[in-house]
């Protein structure tokens, strides 16, 4: 029959915990650390996109949409992609629907809208606008994002802009 410490078991929690604490962010501390991410998608209210994702991204930041070879990429391919929605959906907009925080991470569940200038991903130019949901999962270290899982619903956005 195994015996068992408590006063062992005890400082082991109580270790575990402190340590676990001291990663958890609130939502308040989350949102401020994710908000100015997320406003670069927001077209209108963008400014220096490469100031901004220096300032919020750590310097090893990865944003990955899925495991096979180039479906992750690093903060200086990011700063390229946010700032190529400019040109082709002009009037982006993402709106932040829910946030919920797990020690480190957070969750975002977002809405993207647009109506995009000119082809998107093979789709002609029809003049139509989109709505999409997105999720993201953001990784938070010393205050900045170091990592985000996504994935954007851009099958449904094609669907709407290819419809009579």
Known sequence: MATYNLA???AIMLAFA???SAQDLTEVQARSIITPWYSLFNVASRGDVKSTEEQVLTADYDSCSGYLPGECWGRDVSIKVVGNFANSIPD???D???VL????R?????EV?????GDLF??????KSFRIMTIDIQTIKDGKIAKTYHMENWLSALSQLRTK
């Open 8 to 10: 062992a078991a005890g």
């Open 18 to 20: 402190s340590t676990a």
């Open 92 to 94: 982006m907009k993402f």
């Open 96 to 98: 932040i629907k829910e």
């Open 101 to 104: 925080v797990a020690g480190d």
């Open 106 to 110: 957070v969750i975002v569940r977002g």
């Open 113 to 117: 809208t647009g109506t995009p200038a």
């Open 122 to 127: 093979g789709v002609p130019h029809s003049g």
